[in-house]
């Protein structure tokens, strides 16, 4: 079986912070060395795990210098292969619809069997995006893998046990060639130490393969980067309780954020509350927070 | 407009969740949004779902018409319910497209909606955003979209231009629910899906269970300490997490005292979570404890003592006993009741009418 | 003459089968040992016998246990006076007339009977008081040796009472007079039973001969698969030990310099070695081994296995060498070789579950180091990646972050804004004193932790010390990271906090935390730190001498002073906090367990951070309930942060926060001077 896994280098999580993101798009100075995004970790896990004792899997990185950080750990879990996509600008500034095309370009020209992918809180629409540009089969939030079918040619398949909504799981059988995405912590990923950290980047100089870009575009405008802020909520929109307000409320209340401003309840009623009161009380009023908080329907 | 042949059409079409019985909130700040956007392009707002036969009423229909739903199409197929698999609406939602390509596609921004729509969309060349906090469409009518970045310490703005559809992921709970209009209605159209992963095999179902619920990905957590008074307390607050669709998690005088196993502990020497709701009862709030759950979007808590250190980090503090307001609140929460109550709300509903 | 003959000819054949049976089972121990890593172990000559012969002569240590300190005394003495009687049993054989003197044969009597004394005390110890340390032994083995010993002297006072029967019919000798008074008690009695007879005697005689150095000989080949090897390498085991503080973890220059390859490129990472085969282990850790007397003591002081973890010190040592015996002799050797010796022969969760408080090697009579083997099985695991979820998630902190907490560097002296005192950055300025904060003062969020930061800060101010910090140049000291393991992140933690510190301009540090007193004492001179350090009771000491910090009132309270492993036992700090607790008017009472015997909170080595599962009892709160014992205590005082985590938790945990408060010496050192917290130097 051949396995690529494709991983990425992130700032610490500490660090995310608007001004060193920023600087980070520019450059990655040595000083700044990033760290293995946590979802790739697990990645790297079940395609060492995939790969058996024997089999070696090969490493995918698309972007600039920050790739280094990645591919180091990579070669590390034991990629023998370490690849380097070189992008024109650091990969922080491109969207995952443009590092898909460039991955499943690269990817349609090889040979691969599996291609593993992390997808950091499950919410990355990198993994799949890939599998639809290559027209192949994705098993999302895989948390483990049971057994290789005898391999023979005509059927070549593998048993993986996948994460559904709510709990749910189910066991599949996926044929080769297949798209596999993981969420940091589905696979409990070994230690890398320092020391063979180190010994990593001592063969990574010779071992990573620079490659280009695949001729990939189609002639469309790609996402592009406006800006870069701390996190502001948004105003939410409420559902005002008058049913008599008058047609214009209504409208306004529909037509959403700014709209909706007057309307808002009074912001300290937003901040921490202490209530007491009889458990029934108590019960209510929990539940009355949670459908303002809409984590329970209002009907 | 015209994409690569096919025509793509003034809609904006909205993906419908309705996994947890009723509409989930994110869907109606879905359709909030889409109607906003509507209005201003004069879009038309259309509603795709995919459910098991009979799953989606006809009042449920009308609640997303009332919320702004022009057209609602329900997908029915047994294997839509009790869980529904991405891989298995992908074909439906294509051959849909294929079909009829809207401008924008809105989904919430879940595993199930953002990996699924991905797949289906990518090769019609769309461009996906996911974990959106907000989208509007901007003087040159380019899509503009806040993202959140790194755990939503940073929000990021970008553009989406050019001819090709649109899909924008929103992060749930964001947005807000906009007040019902139930003087609206929509015409719903049932069909059949077909349901087809190719070279994905189906070999068996694992069903939930709140104790084995993974705490660290669980959107909702509601844990226990000393507090809670024993074993049955457990036992209770495992019955409100499967009410709440939570996991349950612990303290580690709990997990010390043999109440519950260590894996749901919570804490510097347990799990690291990060829901967007943590309900904490009969919890002291130790350093240690608050190190694990210091992250959740909203905190809970329940706590005899008034100045427990949990306080200081809730949203909400109730003084009072852990397991006489869990017992509440199961009796509240409770299904029968829960259809009552529901059955009564459809009532008053269209008595406004 | 016959006689003679007869009994030289089997002493002989007995003899060569013995001792070649001997050399033959011996010598796959010492090749082991040959085959280890090198270390050296020679310096300090005179004062290593002079130790060795207080431990093995005076048995200093073992002594603390009363009764078995005794009772091995007289089988030890036993041993020596032993020598005597085979030297004069056999020197009859060649030469009937040869004695010892009515003296030393007087004294061979008596410790035949004071061995046969201290064999009933060793019954009545095994079999009727049975202590828990030897749970776990080979306690056949043990008897098996009770017994040849029995043989050996019971053999003794036969062949020599005998002797006198024989000594005129048969050696034609005139009775002489050879002080084995024993004789005269049972002459008499072999008589009485008819057995006066030449015939007879010499029967008698030959059986004694036989039993004495028969056994004598049976001994000697039986040892190389017995606990009782230590008669043999107990003393090596002493004289070879390591020298100097405890605390030190990496070996110095000496120890590894003239190694195999005359050191010329043995870089420094090299020298401490995950332990992956007996290959990583130095010759010392083998010698271990094959050392230890399965007498349990520590695992008796084990904090780990007191609380029903998996580890026994004792049992890691048991289990490490009867997997090496079976190397050696090539049993199922292909099986026994592909299994690794951390993860397999000792699992995982034992090595995890050291606290690496050094209580065992404190206790252990014949100086075995557990710790480096542990921390060395523990470093192999890191390197297969075979960490726990949550220490991993910390050694990657700690690699990232610099701190165990995953915090932002430049948070680490936010701590510094709730004291008004102003510390100099010594990243721009220079001052008299360093103060090496560490992780947990820093960063935990703990409240006990934060009251004893403020004191000190408030008392190194109020006094008027020089003081600065080095803000966010400061990182964890790697003190947890290498008893962890994680060899190359210690090196890399260490690397930069010495390159930090060699960029301010300080003249000594100052650390409110143990752990990275013991690293920066021990471990960072190895790599070529040079600044003296010293823990913040010795600083609050000095200054209290000096009348820089002077108690204004006395406190007239009762508490008692627990000793922080990497403190007290790793470091010999002892007195220091116990000195200003008393200038303070506290009435300090000590636990049972105190001084080098202190009990572990239960924090170290990484334990903090990892998962306690399956523990019966934690340490700490094990300790708290120690301390409620001792009457009219009210408080529990500490000197490290960790420890302010640990047994805050831990009272809060047993609900006995109104009995007793858990405060750090710094806090009672603050009230006694009335100062006001948080007082600026220049008020
Ligand atoms: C190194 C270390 C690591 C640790 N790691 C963790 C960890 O990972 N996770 C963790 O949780 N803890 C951890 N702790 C322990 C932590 O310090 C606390 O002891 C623990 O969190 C307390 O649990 P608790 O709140 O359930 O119990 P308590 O502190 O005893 O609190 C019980 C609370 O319940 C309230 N209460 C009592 N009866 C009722 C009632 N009928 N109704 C409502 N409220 C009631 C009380 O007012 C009190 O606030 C750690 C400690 C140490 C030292
Ligand atoms: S160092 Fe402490 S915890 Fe570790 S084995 Fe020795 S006594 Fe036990
Ligand atoms: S290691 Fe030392 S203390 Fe432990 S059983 Fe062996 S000899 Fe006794």
Known sequence: MKVLVCVRSDLPAPMARVDNIQRLMEEWSAEWAGVLEPSCRSALQLAKDLSGPSGGFTALSYGRGECRAALEVARAYGAVDAVHLQSAEGSLRHDGNTIARALAAWVGERSFDVVVCGNSSGVGPVPALVAGHLGWPVVTRVDGFKKFLPQDDSFRAIELTQRLDAGWKRQVLARYPVVLSVQSGFIPPQYVSVRRRKEAVHGLASNVTECELPVWTDGHAPAVLQALTPPKPRTKRTAVPDAKSSAADRLKSLMGPAATKKVEKPKEDEGPRVVEGSAVELAEELLRFLRKKEFLSNS | MSFDGAIVEPTVLVLADKSAGDWSTVTLELLGDAELLANKVGWTVKVMVFAAPGAVRDEDARKLAAHGAKEVHVWEHEKFGPVLVPAQYTHTLRSYLDESMPRLILCPSTPLWVEGVAAAVAPYGALVASDCVSVKLNVRSDLELVRNYWNQKTHATWTFSGQRPWVVCLHPGVAGVGRPNPALSAPVERHQAIVLEENVETLEWFPPHPSRLDLVEAERVVAGGRGIGGPEGFAELTQLAELLHAAVGASRVAVDLGWIPYSRQVGQTGKTVRPRLYMAFGISGASQHLDGMRDAETVVAVNLDKEAAIFSVAELGLVGDARAVIEELVRLLKPSERAEGARAGAAAALSNV | ?683
């Open chain 3, 1 to 683: 003459m016959a006689l003679r003959i007869v009994l030289a000819l089997f002493t002989l054949v007995l003899a060569i089968t013995m001792l070649g049976l001997l050399i033959v089972r011996m010598r796959p121990i010492l090749r082991a040992m040959a085959s280890a890593r090198q270390v050296v172990r020679w310096d300090q000559p005179l004062y290593r016998i002079r130790s060795t012969a207080a431990q093995v002569f005076g048995h200093k240590r073992l002594l603390r246990q009363r009764l078995s300190g005794i009772l091995h005394l007289f089988i030890f003495s036993g041993f020596v006076v032993l020598l005597l009687d085979i030297i004069e049993t056999i020197g009859q054989l060649v030469y009937p007339e040869f004695s010892i003197g009515p003296v030393l044969g007087f004294l061979v009597d008596c410790f035949v009977l004071l061995v046969l004394a201290g064999v009933v005390l060793a019954l009545y110890q095994r079999k009727v008081l049975h202590p828990k340390r030897f749970e776990g032994s080979d306690e056949k083995d043990g008897e098996l040796i009770l017994g040849m010993i029995t043989l050996i002297v019971v053999g003794i006072a036969i062949h020599n009472s005998f002797f006198r029967l024989l000594e005129h019919p048969v050696f034609g000798m005139t009775t002489s007079a050879d002080g084995h008074f024993l004789s005269y008690l049972l002459d008499p009695l072999w008589v009485r039973l008819g057995w006066g007879t030449p015939m007879a005697a010499s029967i008698g005689y030959s059986v004694g001969y036989a039993l004495d150095i028969g056994t004598i000989l049976w001994f000697l080949a039986y040892l190389p698969t017995s606990k009782h090897l230590h008669v043999f390498f107990g003393a090596p085991a002493v004289f070879f030990r390591k020298l100097g503080t405890p605390g030190r973890f990496l070996p110095t220059a000496t120890e590894v310099h003239s190694s195999g390859d005359s050191g010329i490129s043995a870089t420094r990472d090299m020298t401490v070695q995950p332990i992956q085969s007996f290959a990583d282990m130095t010759w010392r850790d083998v010698l271990d081994l094959f050392t230890c007397t399965e007498c349990g003591r520590c695992q008796d002081v084990c904090p780990a296995h007191q609380a029903g973890q998996p580890l026994s010190p004792k049992m890691l040592i048991l289990d490490l060498r009867d997997a090496l015996v079976q190397q050696t002799r090539g049993v199922e050797s292909s099986v026994v070789r592909s299994l690794s010796l951390a993860g397999d022969v000792i699992s995982a969760e034992t090595l995890w579950s050291c606290t690496t408080c050094g209580a065992c090697q404190e206790a252990c009579p014949v100086f075995i180091e557990h710790v480096p083997k542990i921390v060395g099985l523990r470093a192999a695991l890191v390197e297969r990646g075979e960490v726990e979820e949550r220490p991993q998630e910390v050694l990657e902190h700690w690699g990232e972050e610099r701190n165990a907490y995953g915090k932002m560097p430049e948070t680490r002296p936010a701590w510094r804004n709730r004291v008004t005192y102003h510390f100099k950055d010594l990243r721009r300025e220079s001052a008299e004193w360093l103060w090496f904060v560490g992780d947990v003062a820093s960063f935990d969020n703990d409240l006990g932790v934060a009251r004893s930061v403020d004191a000190i800060a408030t008392l190194l101010g109020g006094a008027g010390l020089d003081v600065g910090l080095l803000y966010d140049w400061e990182g964890s000291s790697g003190n947890d990271v290498l008893r962890m393991g994680e060899y190359g992140l210690f090196e890399q933690l260490a690397t930069e906090n010495m390159r930090a510190m060699e960029r301010a301009q300080f003249e000594r540090v100052l650390t409110s935390d143990p752990h990275s007193f013991n690293a920066l004492r021990n471990d960072y001179p190895q790599l070529g730190f040079k600044k003296p350090i010293y823990h913040y009771s010795q600083v609050l000491q000095q200054l209290m001498t000096e009348g820089k910090v002077a108690p204004t009132h006395s406190l007239g309270i009762r508490a008692t002073f627990h000793d922080p492993c990497y403190l007290g036992r790793w470091n010999q700090v002892f007195e220091a906090p116990r000195d200003i607790l008393r200038r303070c008017g506290v009435d300090i009472v000590e636990m049972p367990r105190s001084f080098a015997n202190s009990f572990c909170c239960g924090a170290g080595g990484g334990r903090m951070w990892m998962n306690e599962a399956g523990m019966k009892e934690r340490p700490s709160e094990a300790r708290i309930r120690e301390a409620l014992e001792l009457p009219g205590v009210t408080h529990f005082v500490v000197s490290c942060p960790k420890d302010m985590v640990m047994y805050s938790a831990a009272v809060t945990a047993l609900g006995c926060q109104d009995r007793l408060s858990v405060v750090d010496v710094g806090e009672l050192v603050l009230e006694s001077t009335g100062w006001q917290f948080a007082r600026t130097s220049a008020s």
